[in-house]
């Protein structure tokens, strides 16, 4: 019985009609969520958090993962996305007269931190592991403090007062942009390239990768998607300042990356959507609703303590998560392994060669 | 016809000298091997050739053009391939990757065109599967193309390296001592099998090997190195009785 539904499902997934009718799905319903209330605002504006928070695991994962290394300037790379964005459409686009222009500060903040990725990427060449590590973590410490010493964009009072123009169906939009752009990378020969150097740089190098092309090519993807999630973070939240692209929110998508697992885009959807989740679980007003049964007598004093103390208990919970997710299970979720829906056909069928051989062996 | 010619090629690590005076002469089709003790220099010589270290003085040509100066990639590209003293492959990637990778420099598609899958992706991805799985399946191992590298035992990990070599397309094959870890049985086999790669895929061989029954066997020149200096040259039986080559593998004088 399972073994039917099995063949079904693997038919299902063989269907090219299949990811156009999804994709249609999940624009009807980004669409008509926010139109006609079908969820409530706080509801819409996590799913929101969540779209974020996947197009910065899965690209994240391309240097983390894919490619081995252990960057921790992703937020720095989303901070540039977010500042250039912002500054584009309160500054510089006639967004008020044309809100249509959103897109274009999005696709500028994008290629702002694409830039910087180039930058990062060269240090890259010459160190690999705990020095690269340094280097990335280095280089989040000068865009938090260039922005801070620049008056202009706010220094350390931040940018307050952005437009909300990030909707749920730009946020699906660039999910889907960046899984589907991620997912080609990783399956193209530079993407291979990228997986080598993880294994051996040496022995990649001589098979004719062309280390530093590719490695300029993932530090730039990566960014891309970083600045595109800041820029829709920005235009989310309405204010950014300094402080709110610091070590934590790397520490955030490091944790995302790692508990859905490495080398995985499916990992990394599964590993961002939890753990927004779990972070939304974690707020006072989430599990007060969630106590609300218990008696007013225990109830009060509980709500109280979780008002005043889940805050720091969320920084404590959040980073001895990672801990053990690195100690316990170092490939996450998925690590290694990929969901079949995301791996081109041709790409299944090579490595199932023995599969299909022994089918038609069978009379 | 010279395809592969090394001049005065000297290397250094800091101020110990590795390689004193390299000079190689090899010709298209030929099939060498070199030998010579522990520390001789020999991978040294296939890391200089490739890539890996940079000579630091003499000149490497092959087929003409300057090898010194260039990356690794870049020589390889020009369809130099090799293996490794030690194992080096992609250990938990799948077999059939490990020879797609190998195809980089010959598939012929831009960034954009992966990134869109548009263009030449497309033609040049089938060619490398289907080049990949022939590749394979003259190894015998098309069934375990989705098997992870490091899951296959030791023979046939071996021969994947071999497979992956020849996926770049090489003029030039650098074996490093090919028969390590092997029994006399599986030598014979490796030795034939080398004698067919090389007409089958109209090779030229350099291989650093110390099982002196495969050298001796199917080599038909043999260079004795000794701190990368060539202690003697010429064709196996030569080589035997050559008193120089005695010296340095079992010292000097009579023992007592």
Not at chain 1, 217 to 238: C, E, N, P, R, V
Not at chain 1, 246 to 256: F, G, H, R, S, Y
Not at chain 2, 90 to 118: G, K, M, T, W
């Amino acid at each position: 019985m399972s073994a039917m539904l099995r063949n079904h499902w693997d038919g299902l997934l063989e269907q090219r009609w299949l990811l156009p009718v999804l994709l249609a799905i999940g624009f009807v319903l980004a669409f008509a969520i926010p139109e006609y209330n079908l969820l409530n605002k706080y509801v819409q504006l996590v799913l929101m958090y969540v779209g974020i928070n996947i197009i910065l695991a899965v690209s994240l994962n391309l240097v983390n993962g894919y490619m081995g290394e252990f960057s921790l300037a992703h937020a720095g790379f989303m901070a540039v996305g977010a500042y250039t964005a912002a500054l584009l459409t309160m500054k510089v686009l006639p967004i008020a007269a044309y809100p249509g222009l959103f897109p274009l500060a999005v696709l500028a903040g994008g290629l702002a931190a694409a830039f910087m990725g180039l930058i990062v990427a060269v240090p890259s060449f010459k160190v690999r592991g705990d020095y690269l590590a340094i280097i990335t973590l280095a280089f989040l410490m000068i865009v938090k403090s260039v922005i801070e010493n620049i008056d202009y964009i706010g220094g350390p009072r931040g940018i307050p007062g952005i437009k909300r123009l990030t909707t749920l169906p730009w946020v699906f939009f660039w999910v889907v942009v960046s899984v589907w752009a991620v997912r080609n990378f990783v399956y193209s020969k530079y993407g291979r390239g990228v997986l080598s150097i993880r294994e051996d740089e040496i022995a990649s190098d001589l098979m004719s990768v062309n280390t530093r092309r590719v490695k300029f090519l993932a530090f730039m993807t990566s960014s891309f998607f970083a600045g595109i999630a800041g820029a829709l973070f920005a235009h989310l939240l309405q204010f950014i300042s300094p402080r709110v692209f610091d070590i934590i929110k790397t520490t955030d998508i490091l944790i995302m990356v790692y508990l859905g697992g490495i080398a995985s885009i499916g990992g990394s959807i599964l590993g961002a959507t939890l753990y927004t989740g779990l972070m939304e679980i974690l707020r006072p007003s989430t599990v007060a609703g969630l106590l609300s049964w218990l008696p007013e007598m225990i109830f009060d004093p509980l709500n109280e303590y979780f008002i005043r103390h889940l805050g720091v208990w969320r920084m404590v919970i959040m980073p001895l998560l990672l801990v053990l997710v690195m100690l316990y299970w170092p490939r996450g979720m998925m690590g290694l392994r990929e969901f079949r829906g995301f791996i081109p056909r041709r790409d299944r069928e090579a490595h199932h060669r023995l599969k299909t051989l022994e089918k038609q062996g069978t009379p | 016809m010279t395809l592969l010619e090394a001049t005065k090629v000297r290397h250094f690590f800091g101020g110990l000298c590795a390689v004193g005076d390299f000079n190689l002469d090899l010709h298209a089709g030929e099939l060498m091997g070199i030998i010579g003790p522990n520390g001789a220099g020999k991978t040294t010589v296939f890391n200089l050739i490739t890539g890996v270290y940079q000579a630091s003085e003499g000149s490497i040509r092959f087929k003409g053009t300057e090898l010194v100066g260039k990356t690794p990639h870049q020589i390889t590209a020009l369809r130099i391939g090799r293996t490794f003293q030690n194992i080096r492959l992609f250990r938990d990637l799948s077999v059939l990757d490990n020879v797609r990778i190998a195809h980089y420099a010959q598939s012929n598609y831009s960034p954009l065109e992966a990134l869109l899958q548009i263009g030449r992706y497309r033609r040049e991805e089938e060619r490398i599967i289907e080049n990949s799985q022939r590749l394979l399946s003259i190894f015998k191992l098309e069934t375990l193309a989705g098997e992870t590298a490091k899951n296959l035992p030791y023979g046939m990990q071996r021969r994947l390296e071999i497979a992956r070599a020849l996926a770049i397309g090489p003029e030039l094959l650098l074996l490093d001592e090919p028969a390590a870890g092997m029994n006399p049985n599986e030598i014979d086999q490796l030795m034939e099998f080398i004698q067919w790669i090389r007409q089958e895929f109209k090779l030229t061989l350099l291989l650093i090997e110390h099982q002196m029954k495969l050298v001796m066997g199917i080599c038909e020149r043999i260079k004795v190195l000794d701190f990368g200096e060539t202690l003697a040259e010429g064709p196996p039986e030569a080589i035997q009785n050559d008193p120089k080559v005695l010296e340095a593998y079992l010292g000097e004088g009579p023992i007592g």
